[in-house]
């Protein structure tokens, strides 16, 4: 019996499609970017991805109704860029190393059939503190990319790895003749960051071209500098705030 099952809704004709990949993972950088680029491209879903891998469980939707975690690819027609897209992104990613493999495996076997020779992740870069402008780190299947990452001031990544499907798809990519590139947001990893979103989706609009309205993502954005903002002043008043002893006659532990 397969583990990933992959239900084609239509099967859409592509012009030198792009797969832009943003899952699930700290501070939701890619699976944000994904969404925002989804709604405001007005892309159209074409392929539904179950697995036995993803997380047992269902998820309430707003109506009230479940629905069975899964994956999701979404189409767009350019009628001003070279390229055309295939997005990627859904509920979770798998819960095994192995299922990560397999379930790349199917999308970037899916994105060959229609055309695709060139994949981006969208993700996260890990610092564990807080920035209000958040810097794009990237890596790549190839140097020329390297090169055109630069000339859009991303910082070149020299060693550590990318875990999970982000970095798995590119690369699974680079085994497959394909270009890879990863775009990873600077990020504290504690809250969803909608600014280190905007960061990533700026630099990968540039690399591809495209105009993208961002009002909303903004919008996201300041929700995040308002969250952090409040966790800053938390921290300054804790740090401000005089140590208290208990005096020798004190029973540690109580507070009369």
């Known amino acids: 019996m397969a583990t990933v099952n992959i239900n084609l809704l239509k099967e859409p004709e592509l012009k030198n499609p792009v ?3 943003g899952l699930p993972g700290s501070g939701f950088v890619g699976k944000l970017a994904l969404e925002h680029l989804t709604n405001e491209l007005n892309a159209e ?3 539904l991805i179950y697995s036995y891998n993803f997380p047992p ?3 309430i939707r707003p109506d ?3 629905d069975i975690i899964k994956n999701e690819l979404y189409y767009w027609n350019s009628k001003d860029t070279s390229n055309d897209l295939i997005l990627y992104t859904g509920d979770s990613q798998p819960v095994t190393p192995g299922a990560d493999y397999e379930v790349a495996d199917r999308v970037l076997e899916m994105a060959e059939k229609l055309g695709a020779k060139k994949v981006f992740t969208l993700a996260a870069y890990i610092t564990g503190g807080f920035v209000k402008e958040p810097k794009v780190y990237g ?3 190839d140097l020329p990319i390297i090169d055109d990452l630069k000339n859009h001031s991303v910082i070149i990544m020299k060693d550590g790895s990318i875990t999970g499907m982000n970095g798995l798809l590119v690369g699974l990519a680079k085994v497959r003749g394909m270009q890879g590139v990863s775009l ?3 990020t504290s990893g504690y809250i969803v960051d909608a600014n280190a979103s905007k960061a990533v989706l ?3 609009t540039k690399m591809m071209n495209l105009k993208i309205d961002m009002t909303s993502l903004t919008e996201r954005a300041k929700s995040t500098e308002a969250i952090v903002k409040t966790l800053d002043n938390l ?3 804790q740090e401000a705030a005089p140590e208290t002893r208990p005096g020798k006659d004190r029973n540690l532990g109580y507070i009369s």
Do not use: D, K, S, W
């Open 202 to 204: 700026n630099v990968f």
């Open 19 to 21: 797969l832009v990949c």
């Open 57 to 59: 469980q269902v998820l």
């Open 235 to 237: 921290r300054r008043g």
């Open 45 to 47: 879903l074409f392929a």
């Open 139 to 141: 890596t790549a299947t």
């Open 184 to 186: 990873l947001g600077e």
């Open 64 to 66: 009230g109704t479940v």
